[in-house]
């Protein structure tokens, strides 16, 4: 499975499965747990946006420099 089709399956989901699947996490890793998990996945997903911006902002300078 390729992360487009990831996405597509994550695009077209609901708000009785987004339920289904917070009651399953609940579940699995108990209330205790889950907010770790979450900030977790929230510093990931932040790391991973920096990091995407870098090598974006790194290219849009290479090609300015380029063009001159």
């Known amino acids: 499975m390729n992360l487009a089709s990831i996405l597509l399956f994550l695009g077209n989901m609901g708000g009785s499965e987004m339920i289904l699947i917070g009651l399953a996490l609940l579940l699995f890793f108990g209330g205790k747990k889950l907010p ?20 974006k902002d790194q290219i849009n300078k290479e090609l300015d420099e380029t063009k001159k």
Do not use: Q
């Open 36 to 55: 770790e998990l979450m900030k977790g996945l929230g510093k990931g997903i932040r790391e991973f946006n920096d990091a995407k911006n870098e090598v």
